[in-house]
């Protein structure tokens, strides 16, 4: 064997040697080759929960017509109905948006079973609009209004917070609390005299409740009440990430 190959094996003995050794226990990681102490890294999450201040709800027309044309120009005459009766609750101009427009011809495949091509039936439209309101408790009325002013499409409610952040501010203290007694029970169990705080980061994720499917509806009941909604909560999730340094 080669003083040459007995160098790289050497070079490779030293590489193998000086690598980190790493233990990992409860979502936590020691990283013990360090020269001023291990380091120990992990992750702290705290969820607040609190009640929405503004909803989104979905409504749109469907329309059929013989031409393109006319089925656009019929959809665009109920849309403009729709907008009106967001506007009429409230909702402003700029917290109403498009969310789609689609046209697409329709057909009956009924014939085809009898070697008959499909039969064309016409044009059909879609269009819906999403409105954005922090007046909750309105959020059922504003639904029946939608639908009285010839929506067929509904979709949502989905609730959220306008600030979602601020619910955090809370929820980062009590996280660098707990990682600090998680670190201190580390360094304990390890038999190290302490932890020293090397680096924070933060992560997060906004959760407001699923919106409800689309559906198609009729009117509010005969008896003339309000479609009942419940806006619940929604969550807001803080993750904190932490390197802490054991010392002796």
Same mark, same amino acid.
């Not at 013989?66 to 665009?76: S, W």
């Not at 302490?194 to 994720?205: K, M, R």
């Given at each position: 064997?080669? =003083? ?8 490779? /003995?030293?590489?193998?040697? &000086? &690598? ?24 702290? $999450?705290?969820?607040?929960?609190? @009640? ?6 979905? &409504? ?12 656009? @120009? ?6 403009? =109905? ?21 046209? $697409? ?13 499909? @039969? ?7 269009? $819906?609009? *999403? #409105? ?12 029946? #209004? ?14 959220? /917070? ?9 929820? *980062?203290?009590?996280?660098? =609390? ?9 360094? *304990?169990? &390890?038999?190290? *005299? ?17 919106? /409800?499917?689309?559906?198609? /509806? ?6 003339? =009440? ?23």
């Amino acid at each position: 064997m080669t =003083k040459q190959l007995f160098a790289v094996m050497a070079a490779g /003995m030293a590489l193998m040697a &000086a &690598a980190p050794a790493l233990a990992q226990q409860g979502g936590s990681t020691v990283t013990t080759a360090t020269t001023q102490g291990p380091i120990l890294a992990f992750s702290v $999450s705290e969820e607040v929960r609190s @009640r929405p201040d503004q909803a989104t709800v979905g &409504a749109g027309v469907t329309t059929t017509a013989p031409t393109a044309v006319e089925a656009m @120009r019929l959809n665009a005459a109920a849309m403009d =109905k729709l907008i009106a009766a967001a506007k009429a609750r409230g909702i402003k101009a700029e917290d109403i948006q498009t969310s789609g427009i689609s046209l $697409s011809p329709q057909y009956d495949y009924n014939n085809q079973g009898n070697g008959q091509p499909p @039969r064309f039936l016409g044009y059909q439209v879609s269009n $819906s609009v *999403r #409105a954005t309101t922090s007046k909750i408790a309105d959020i059922g009325s504003l639904l029946d #209004a939608l639908v009285a002013a010839g929506g067929t499409n509904i979709d949502g409610p989905s609730f959220g /917070m306008k600030d979602p952040d601020a619910q955090l501010v809370g929820a *980062r203290g009590t996280a660098i =609390k707990a990682a600090e007694a998680k670190a201190a029970d580390y360094a *304990r169990l &390890a038999g190290f *005299r302490g932890a020293e705080l090397v680096s924070i980061s933060e992560g997060g994720s906004f959760g407001p409740n699923p919106p /409800m499917p689309m559906v198609r /509806m009729q009117s509010m009941d005969a008896a003339g =009440k309000a479609t009942p909604v419940e806006p619940g909560r929604v969550s807001n999730t803080l993750t904190l990430n932490f390197q802490y340094r054991l010392v002796r």
